[in-house]
């Protein structure tokens, strides 16, 4: 008999939430995306990716600035989807709050502004 394989299970995936960003951060993760010809969601997951191979310091404090970008609950590798459950337990924030700062980070370092 030959064995059954379920591609779903060769890369499993999770939910990330819906959480709002600020404007500027969502249309500059828009800008990319069309830059690149690729969906919103799927730079997101790009720029989640890249934090996790390449993680810089989050803090343990809310962004204070206004969220008016909406980021829309997304499908994503599992290991991401539970390093941003790890790291919003470990920080003691919600979800939301580490995708906002990790959005934030990752464009702040694109453009040289650490």
Same mark, same amino acid.
Request: charged share 30%; net charge positive.
């Given at each position: #008999? ?6 779903? +299970? ?12 600020? &404007?500027?951060?969502?249309?500059? %993760?828009?800008? +990319? ?9 799927? &730079?997101?997951?790009?720029?989640? &990716? ?12 809310? #962004?204070?600035?206004?969220?008016? !970008?909406? +980021?829309?609950? #997304? ?5 991401? %989807?539970? !390093?941003?459950?790890? +790291? ?16 934030? !980070? ?5 453009? !040289?502004?650490?």
């Amino acid at each position: #008999m030959l064995p059954l394989r379920n591609p779903r +299970l060769d890369n499993p995936t999770g939910r990330l939430p819906t959480s709002y960003v600020n &404007a500027h951060d969502a249309d500059e %993760v828009r800008r +990319l995306a069309e830059k690149h010809e690729i969906p919103f969601n799927e &730079a997101v997951r790009q720029i989640l &990716a890249l934090y996790f191979r390449q993680p810089f310091p989050l803090s343990s404090k809310r #962004m204070g600035d206004s969220k008016t !970008g909406r +980021l829309p609950e #997304m499908v994503a590798p599992r290991h991401i %989807v539970e !390093g941003i459950e790890v +790291l919003a337990t470990t920080l003691g924030l919600t979800r939301g709050e580490v995708l906002r700062q990790i959005i934030r !980070g990752t464009l702040r370092k694109r453009h !040289g502004r650490d």
